[in-house]
């Protein structure tokens, strides 16, 4: 079943603060964050994972409630370059295959 | 770059014919993954292989196939295509087959169906 995001947009102005949210009805084993700019490919930010492990860039934090089934993508101070969609892919079903569930992502737009 | 390529990079075809899209994955990366872009639908898993073996399967249409070669690259096979088919098509590649490991998108092939 398809992970819930919101918001479905958001707008900042540079410096500014945004939290991502992505819910699932299912108990998660990992939790995927990815940035895609319009009409390019999405680019790897963030793996969290059941039991606390996280792999990702320095620059991005974020947080996995496996109790909520619930992942939150932190972006402070944001750049002109955070502009992009925003998808969170999610497995739920520990089958040891790679088989992301995407949500329907999240719009973010940086403003000078 | 992601170090996945694929090509072609755009496709224009027919309603009814068949096309095939290419990919090579990272250097090293035995799984491969294809997903399907459209504007109503995000990113919509079709199908995973794991150094030539198929992983996992998502609502892949029958009128789609893929595989995966001895030297890794992939290949996704679209036949009797309609309309609907317009879409952005991704590869991506990952080292292990497991969703413990990042994976890495190569630019896309646009296929528009006339």
């Known amino acids: 079943q398809q992970p819930v995001q919101s918001p479905q947009a958001v707008i900042l102005r540079e410096g500014e603060d945004a939290v991502i949210n992505c819910s699932s009805s299912?108990?998660?084993?990992?939790v995927h964050w990815y940035r895609q700019k319009h009409g390019e490919a999405p680019i790897f930010l963030m793996i969290?994972?059941?039991?606390?492990e996280q792999k990702g860039h320095d620059k991005i934090s974020a947080s996995f409630n496996e109790k909520k089934q619930q992942s939150s993508l932190y972006l402070t101070a944001s750049q002109l370059s955070y502009s992009g969609t925003y998808f969170c892919g999610t497995d739920a079903t520990s089958s040891n295959t790679g088989k992301l569930i995407f949500g329907q992502g999240t719009t973010l737009q940086v403003k000078p | 770059d992601s170090g996945v390529t694929q090509t072609p990079k755009h496709l224009i075809t027919a309603t009814g014919q068949r096309v095939t899209l290419r990919c090579s994955p990272r250097s090293g990366d035995l799984s491969v993954y294809w997903y399907q872009q459209s504007l109503d639908q995000g990113l919509q898993f079709l199908i995973q292989?794991?150094?030539?073996?198929?992983?996992a399967k998502g609502n892949i249409l029958e009128r789609f196939s893929a595989q995966q070669f001895p030297d890794l690259h992939s290949e996704l096979n679209l036949s009797s295509l309609e309309l609907g088919d317009s879409a952005l098509y991704f590869c991506?590649?990952?080292?292990?087959?497991?969703?413990?490991?990042?994976?890495?998108f190569g630019p896309g092939t646009r296929l528009t169906v006339l």
């Open positions: 969290l994972l059941k039991g606390g």
């Open positions: 299912k108990a998660l084993y990992s």
């Open positions: 991506a590649s990952s080292s292990a087959g497991t969703s413990l490991n990042e994976q890495f």
């Open positions: 292989y794991y150094n030539g073996e198929e992983r």
